[in-house]
């Protein structure tokens, strides 16, 4: 009997023992190869680089693990909630420029101009914004905090606010008064501030002009990484939207900065159709341009969602053209906007089909039916095919980076900044910027120029690279009936709509999730 | 019943000899009601001469003399002792005790009339058996308050369970399965449908579900919805054999498609096509001459059969005993739709051992599972579903693979039409191959002079492991219509590994003091999940690699838990319990503590009641309890700042140098545990000797800092989405279970089962403010375009609540396209006009069992409905647009109903689509026979019917869809089960 108690009594002592390190194995860290603790992770500038380069990635892909897995954000499909995509949908979508016929969840109300505050596609762009804006700030705050202090962690760390200025000029540009969040801010749930825009904006200028410095200097950088000509671009869109944005105008500002970047960048592109191949990284006129590529950037977005997007489905030499293995069809362009465009116009890259198609299948001009993937004509301006006519490494996902910024832009931008009024520059220099772009596509020069020229030009020379909406509603033509085109307010010969619809609403899933938040008007 | 149990269980040959034989004893043993009492030992007191009673109860049996004393036992009676001259007619009285049955529950067994909880309790001999395959389907239809929607007719596919609705949102709502005292994790690995297949059903005794917070709580963190425990058969302690039983079953079966999709046939495709693009359309020429049934096509007639063999015994070891069974089951299983197919090996080891007069008892539980999973791909059915019917299968002019015919130009597929589906079917291969092995180890020990007080240990481990490849060939349709393949052909490798281990000891105090009983128990438990994963794909004609990153993560449970058990003159009972759990998951906010208190009232035991002959049972039962979960199905680190490697596809590049970005995740450093507190009440009554006996539960269930995956502030985190505690959801209903046995005679026996269930589930709350804007979160994704949904959770609406537009119809009844009711009245029909709109889970659910015996016959039928539940018909939706007919350079058939709405633009958010899937369905129905020889073995031959008859007025092929959205369901098939059973 003895020895039973005996070896109770050890069981027992035996368990308590065991007791104390197993509630010590509640204290875990991560075991799988591919997760890290950050402070683990972060063990060199080069570790770093690899976490600038996620906050360039998150502009050219949805997810961590290619195309099809585990996306960024959710509440959205993850080709849908692909930052350039979503970027589309908002600037082009809703103007002349294009017409989707798709049927997925909301989309239709972007081109009808009807959408509200629980929008999908509003709160994926939304999401996608301050998602950037997220891991911008998660860059800055760790490699402030980081032991490392070198020149170069300090120009990554400008090209991180860059980055992050991108965004809140996105942000700025769509939503208005908008969350504010910075690196200083910790990471948890507890939702930041409203910003007014008019604050927003000054804080922006003021925090470019304090990174420009450790930026490198235009062209200097690799490709892929951005210099001091995209933070001027930037810059030079604050000024050109000043007056939007704040009630004031910056016209001198813009006309200033301008100068600065098309000084730098001597001359355009010759051949307007380069600029939208698999090869456009050969171009200078680009600022900056979204990656894709074949192999290590893939996505259902940027190029990808633009080329296989314009392309009726199964039609193999069409495809061959465009230089891909699969199209989507969907996106078309308003007749109002086509019209815009004289026949000798280099840019005037739509057709209805085209040699590809047979009479039965021939897209129309007009959109009758705006659900139909054959009204309305497509356009083979950007194409996975290179410029002299190879093809892309592979035909599933293509090459063709996405500008962000071009040159061109900033030459219609000195002529407008001078047409309404600055003095910074002359109206020679204006006249000389325009006719830069405009003789570029294969057109004569002209002898003067007003407002209208401008908004058509830039219409012509930067349609489909999302600024559409911004400068329609600087010519006060979005909402209003000073311009209609087909389909504009769901109606085929378009009508205007309330002006609210000039700014996106805060998503109704911000505004529950952060009562801070003070909705736009109109919604 | 009872008599064809008590003789399949007969396996007692007590063989001995006397040399000075001098007195036969003829008699016969019946009980009080007069039955012959089968299989009872009778034995020559105090020696090892002995016998056992045949069918009709008589036994014979030598003994010294008239006066030598005769002792009758047999499991269920008082034992008998009688003087051999008087044995001529034995009368055994029911052991009340033994009656009172015993259940199995947490950390211990209670007697069932002591219990204050909500537990249900299911023999697995009162189930009637068809070709199941896994354990959850024993348990369909049988208890209330468990809702169990099988997944689909594919092989293995794993059911959903839950227990009184679902407590969590995003978190799991799958109940804790704890198989012979061994808590298991409830999730799946891949190439493994159903996680309890492993589980040979056969092999299983009984099951208990725990359902009210007082039976749950002693599981705390994991038990939140509900505890399935099953227990698995063992050898007996009451059989003294050396011989041991044997049990073997094989059955055959069948199993056919009922019901397809409706629909163009060949002949009316042509005649809508011709109506809606007219003779000269590109669409009109490109049908073909063919009549093609393409759903005839992929499905077939399903071979299948089971067979399971178990020996148990006892072995005599010393003093000691050694209770074994050991059992092999193979299971070789066709699905109906062509290329799927499953076979199982199942092996179980049983080992009870007593040691130390008694004193120590060893449990050793060990089971093990292979099995070869063929899964189809699955993408067929949705294809035949909408191929052109007027087209061939192989047509060599397309220039498709192996003849088949595709959509096309010149032999390059059309990447957006539909792809052939015999061709899908047959150009696609994945096996997996997936082995388990659940092994534990029980050690329990009364000690030495003190033997009020055991300790009991428990070592448990559960294995998985899984290997699986895929094969597409090169250049074949499906590849093509891949966009990461582009006709490249594609293999893949994946692996699985999955290793769960647990540790678990407690004291049990048990005394009773004249009317005073306590039973108290205090406990600790160790818990640590493993896994890891890995693919890896290759395209076959380049050699190139797809991503594949092998994954490992492991979390650990530490909790300390303690009940007691008071009962007072076998009248007042009262049940505390306490746990407290531990949690790797929540690094800053480990520990939550769940209590639970629970008062019986034995009002049967009342002075005013003991004597009644009416009612035999009558008992009163109040908890009251909370539970916790930690399942959040968001990785195991959701609280920790982690840093993830992008995988190819996701890189960048600076200049001519490929970056490997990394990913700062999202994390929620204050998640903690969600809370369901439950409030139960409930009456257990008895009449005529139990031949009635019925519960009735009422209970509330409140679950407060629900884990909720919800839109997180922008610019407050690293993603959107974010698991935090917000919200509140609850769960409320009524159960009843009654139990009549209106036939009980020599010959006759039949008794009905019958349960059913009101749950009704509403979310309170949702986000931290809960604006009026607030649509609440988007979920149940929808087909026919990308990322729709049509389901939301909203507050003051169900979970899962279908979010649509009102549609307006015509004075015919026929819906107007795009016209929808102006809900909000502002004169335009936006987004804002959308309402929520019935839900897919039921308000109503029954179960019905009967078992009809008449002498050696056995007739038997389950049955179970639904009532309330709604459907998204998905079908109609996505395959109803007439202006696809034609679209994309490809012919797209359309259902039958399509003309009806006649929509040329998709409606798939109308409430058109919705419909009442209520639906009463018979699952089986089984005839048998028994046969016996010589009076040891018996022979039951059964024939079944699975899946015999659905009553519904839902028009798709199938009204219990868990989801409640109707896409391209694997059927359910009906199955001919013929099968025998042999005992000897």
């Not at chain 2, 019935?838 to 009809?852: E, Q």
Request: charged share 20%.
């Amino acid at each position: 009997m003895k020895k039973y108690k005996v070896l109770f009594i050890a069981a027992i002592v035996a368990l308590c023992a065991g007791l104390s390190s197993c509630v010590g194995d509640l204290n875990v860290t991560p075991i799988d190869p591919n997760i890290t603790l950050p402070e683990d992770v972060l063990s060199s500038e080069d570790a770093y680089a690899q976490v600038l380069a996620k906050c360039y990635a998150a502009l050219a892909t949805s997810s961590s693990e290619g195309p099809d897995a585990d996306p960024d954000i959710d509440g959205v499909d993850g080709g849908f909630g692909q930052y350039m995509r979503a970027l589309f949908y908002m600037n082009e979508l809703p103007t002349d420029e294009a017409v989707i016929c798709w049927n997925d969840k909301t989309v239709a109300n972007m081109h009808n101009m009807c959408w509200t505050s629980s929008d999908v596609f509003v709160t994926a762009m939304f999401s996608r914004i301050y998602y950037q804006i997220g891991l911008c700030n998660e860059f800055i705050r760790r490699a402030n905090a980081s032991g490392f202090q070198s020149a170069n962690m300090t120009q990554m760390i400008a090209e991180a606010r860059a980055l992050r200025a991108l965004s809140y000029y996105h942000a700025i540009d769509m939503y208005g008064n908008v969350p504010f969040a910075l690196d200083t801010d910790p990471v948890g749930s507890t939702g930041p501030d409203q910003i007014s825009r008019a604050d927003l904006f000054t804080w922006m200028v003021s925090e470019i002009n304090d990174f420009m410095g450790d930026l490198k200097p235009i062209g200097q950088n690799v490709y892929g990484r951005v210099d001091q000509g995209f933070a001027k671009m930037i810059l030079a869109k604050l000024y050109l939207n000043a007056e939007v944005y704040t009630g004031t105008a910056k016209w001198n500002e813009l006309a200033t900065v301008c100068k600065e970047i098309i000084n730098a960048y001597p001359s355009l592109e010759s051949n307007y159709t380069w600029l939208f191949l698999a090869d456009n990284y050969r171009c200078s006129e680009i600022i900056y341009a979204v990656q894709s590529d074949a192999t290590n950037t893939r996505s259902y977005g940027t190029t990808t969602f633009i080329i296989k997007g314009s392309i009726v489905s199964g039609n193999a030499d069409w495809q061959d053209f465009m230089g891909v293995d699969d199209g989507w069809g969907g996106l078309m362009i308003t007749p109002e906007f086509i019209n815009k465009f004289d026949d000798g116009d280099a840019r005037k890259l739509f057709f209805d089909g085209g040699d590809f198609v047979n009479d039965e299948t021939r897209h129309t001009f007009e959109i009758a039916d705006y659900k139909s993937f054959t009204n309305g004509y497509t356009t083979y301006k950007f194409k996975n095919r290179t410029r002299d006519g190879g093809y892309g490494a592979a035909k599933n996902f293509p090459d063709t980076d996405l500008p962000v910024f071009r040159t061109a832009d900033a030459y219609l931008m000195l002529a407008e900044a001078v047409l309404r009024g600055a003095t910074t520059a002359s109206s020679a220099e204006a006249l000389t910027a325009y006719n830069a772009v405009h003789t570029r596509a294969g057109l004569s020069a002209v002898a003067s120029i007003d407002l209208n020229d401008i908004i058509d030009e830039r219409g012509r020379e930067l349609y489909w690279e999302c600024f559409r909406r911004s400068d329609l509603i600087r010519f006060n033509m979005l909402t209003t009936d000073t311009y209609i085109w087909s389909w504009k307010g769901g109606q085929q010969e378009g009508r205007s709509v309330d002006s609210h619809f000039n700014l996106l609403p805060i998503p109704a899933s911000e505004t529950n999730a952060n009562s801070k938040l003070v909705q736009n008007a109109g919604y | 019943m009872k008599r064809l149990m008590t003789m399949l269980l007969s396996i007692m040959v007590l063989s001995a000899s006397s040399a000075f034989a001098q007195y036969v004893v003829k008699g016969v043993v019946v009980d009080a009601a007069g039955e012959s009492v089968i299989g009872a030992a009778v034995l020559q007191q105090g020696t090892a001469n002995g016998t056992q009673t045949g069918l009709d109860g008589e036994f014979t049996l030598t003994v010294p003399s008239a006066s030598t004393v005769l002792e009758i036992s047999f499991l269920g009676y008082q034992t008998v002792t009688v003087e051999a001259g008087k044995a001529a007619r034995i009368v055994m009285q029911d052991d009340t005790k033994f009656l009172d049955e015993v259940v199995v529950v947490g950390y211990g067994t209670v007697k069932k009339s002591d219990m204050t909880g909500s537990v249900s309790a299911v023999k697995a001999d009162q189930i009637n058996k068809g070709v199941i395959s896994s354990p959850s389907d024993l348990l369909k239809g049988k208890t209330a308050g468990v809702v169990i929607t099988s997944g689909d007719g594919q092989p293995g596919s794993a059911s959903t369970i839950r227990i009184r609705g679902g407590s969590s949102l995003n978190a799991s709502n799958d109940p804790l399965i704890v198989i012979d005292g061994l808590p298991i994790s409830n999730e799946s690995i891949g190439g493994v449908s159903d996680q309890l297949s492993s589980i040979n059903p056969s092999d299983i005794e009984s099951f208990t579900v725990l359902k009210d917070a007082s039976a749950t709580a002693i599981y705390g963190s994991r038990a939140s919805n509900g505890v399935i425990i099953i227990t698995t058969k063992k050898g007996s302690i009451y059989t003294d054999s050396k011989i041991p039983k044997v049990s073997f079953d094989f059955t055959s079966s069948l199993s056919q498609n009922t019901k397809y999709v409706n629909v163009m046939t060949a002949d009316e495709i042509r005649e809508a096509m011709l109506a809606y693009a007219g003779a000269e359309s590109a669409g009109y020429a490109a049908l073909g001459s063919a009549n093609t049934d393409w759903q005839k096509e992929i499905y077939q007639l399903a071979k299948s059969f089971d067979a399971n063999l178990s020996l148990s015994g006892n072995f005599k070891i010393g003093n000691g005993k050694l209770p074994y069974r050991i059992s092999g089951g193979y299971l070789n299983q066709e699905g109906v739709l062509k290329t799927s197919a499953m076979d199982r090996g199942t092996l179980s080891l049983n080992l009870n051992p007593t040691f130390l007069d008694n004193h120590l008892t060893v449990s050793l539980n060990g089971k093990g599972m292979m099995s070869n999973n063929h899964f189809a791909n699955t993408g067929a059915i949705g294809q035949a579903v909408e191929y052109d019917p007027t087209q061939e299968i192989y047509d060599t002019t397309s220039n498709g693979m192996d003849g088949y015919r595709i959509w096309g130009t010149n032999g390059i597929a059309n990447t957006q039409s539909t792809c052939n589906p015999v061709a899908s079917l047959a150009q696609y291969a994945e096996l997996a191959v997936a082995k388990r092995f659940i092994g534990n180890a029980q050690i329990d020990y009364k000690i030495h002079g003190f033997e009020d007080l055991r300790f009991n240990l428990n070592l448990g481990i559960d294995i998985s492991s899984s290997n699986g490849t895929k094969d597409t060939p090169i250049g074949c349709e499906q590849s093509y219509h891949s966009q990461t393949q582009s006709g490249s052909g594609y293999h893949e490798d994946y692996s699985n590994f999955k290793k769960d281990e647990t540790l678990e000891a407690y004291f049990n105090y048990n005394k009773t003091i004249s009317k005073h009983t306590i039973d108290a128990m205090a406990g600790y438990s160790w818990q640590h999940f493993y896994k890891e994963a890995d693919w890896l794909g290759v395209k076959k004609n380049t050699g190139e690699t797809l991503q594949g990153a092998p994954s490992k993560s492991e979390y650990f449970l530490v909790s300390f838990f303690g009940r007691i058990n008071y009962t007072y003159d076998n009248r007042y009972m009262i049940t505390a319990t306490l746990r407290n759990d531990g949690t790797s998951r929540f690094f800053n906010n480990k520990w939550g503590l769940f209590p639970s208190v629970a008062l019986g009232w034995n009002i049967k035991n009342e002075s005013f009641l003991v004597d009644s002959k009416a009612i035999s049972k009558l008992k009163l039962r109040l908890s009251y309890g909370q539970t916790g979960q930690q399942d959040l199905n968001s990785g195991d680190y959701p609280t920790l700042a982690a840093y993830k490697t992008n995988l190819v596809g996701s890189y960048y590049q600076f200049g001519d140098q490929v970056i490997i970005p990394i990913t700062p995740l999202g994390y929620n450093a204050d998640l903690k545990w969600e809370t369901t507190t439950t409030y139960n009440a409930g009456l257990d009554f008895g009449f005529l000797r139990d031949r009635i006996t019925a519960s009735v539960d009422v209970y509330y269930r409140k679950t407060t800092d629900l884990l909720n995956y919800t839109p997180v502030a922008a610019g407050s985190n690293l993603t959107n989405y974010l698991d935090a505690n917000i919200g509140d959801l609850e769960n409320k209903g009524i159960e009843v279970e009654l139990n009549v046995i209106p036939l009980e005679t020599k010959d006759w026996y039949w008794s009905i089962g019958f349960n059913g269930t009101y749950n009704e589930n509403k979310i309170l709350k949702l986000t931290t403010s809960d604006g009026p804007d607030y649509t609440g979160v988007a979920t149940g994704g929808i087909s026919g375009a990308v990322g729709n949904t049509i389901q939301r959770y909203m507050v003051g609406y169900p979970t899962n609540s279908f979010y649509v537009y009102e549609q307006i119809y015509r004075e015919d009844g026929t819906p107007i396209m795009g016209a929808y009711v102006d809900r909000n009245g502002d004169g335009a029909i936006t987004e804002n006009d959308m309402y929520c709109y019935k839900k897919a889970a039921p308000d109503f659910t029954f179960g019905l069992n009967t078992t009809l015996t008449w002498k050696n016959w056995t007739l038997a039928a389950s049955a179970h409905a639904n009532v309330g539940n709604y459907m998204y018909d998905n079908m109609s939706s996505r395959y109803g647009l007439m202006s696809d007919l034609w679209t994309n350079n490809f012919v797209a058939n359309r259902m039958q109903n399509a003309t009806i709405a006649n929509f040329t633009t998709a409606q798939y958010f109308s409430d058109y689509y919705i419909h009442n899937a209520s639906f009463f369905k018979l699952d089986n129905v089984t005839l048998g026979y028994t046969f016996n020889f010589a009076k040891k073995y018996a022979l039951n031959i059964f024939a079944t019917v699975q899946n015999a008859l659905v009553v519904t007025t839902y028009e798709g092929i199938d009204p219990e869809i868990f989801s409640g959205i109707d896409n391209n369901m694997y059927p359910r098939p009906r199955t001919y089960i013929l099968g025998l059973k042999f005992n000897f």
